[in-house]
């Protein structure tokens, strides 16, 4: 039996370990990547969820408000209840009292978009809406709700810094005026 002139190429010691060096840094990419994208879809749906809320809430309020006389009044809505259709929207009630329902949402930016809620209102034949809008005089007010959040990421701290990643959601409901 002649001996191996090379021992070192069968000795195995510390393959693990390489294998290890080489392979981690893979494994906490995808484990980081995938919380960040989990905070981002719970974000999103959060987002999601408060415009609808908001459209509900401003589909609720009585009809004279989205009215001029007797004719719907289309465009960006600046009625008296804009500050509480946001306010539903971003923390979930009226006054605006209760926490946002995501933690670093505030109501305006200083960059665009520079309004993180806007509400509008287009008004859309009464023959569109049948049922109890064919006593209405004119057209059906339908509110739109739009929010434009800015994300922030769970790794800024860390460098991760998602500064023109914005979450975007729309709802809109036709007005019933209870």
């Known amino acids: 039996m002649m001996a191996c002139r090379f021992p070192f190429i069968r000795d195995d010691r510390g393959t ?9 840094p893979v494994l ?3 484990m ?25 809430y401003a589909a609720r309020l009585p009809v004279t408000e989205y009215y001029a006389g007797n004719s719907c009044v289309a465009g960006d809505y600046a ?9 539903v929207t971003r923390t979930g009630s009226v ?5 946002s329902r995501l933690a670093y949402w505030i109501s305006t930016y200083a960059t665009p978009p520079s309004t993180s809620i806007t509400i509008s209102v287009t ?3 009464a023959a569109t809406y049948p049922g109890i809008y064919t006593t209405l005089i004119g057209d059906v007010p339908v509110v739109m709700v739009k929010a434009d959040v800015k994300y922030r990421s769970l ?6 810094n998602a500064t023109n990643i914005y979450l975007h959601a729309q709802a809109q409901s036709a007005v019933i005026g209870i």
């Open 32 to 56: 980081f990547g995938a919380f960040e994208l989990g905070n981002y879809f719970l974000d999103e749906h959060v987002v999601t969820k408060a415009v609808r809320d908001g459209a509900r």
């Open 95 to 99: 006054d605006g009292t209760a926490p």
């Open 16 to 24: 693990a370990a390489a294998e290890m060096a080489l392979v981690t």
């Open 28 to 30: 906490l990419t995808l």
């Open 155 to 160: 790794f800024q701290a860390v460098g991760f």
């Open 123 to 125: 008004c859309k034949s």
């Open 79 to 87: 009625g008296s209840k804009l500050t509480a259709i946001q306010n």
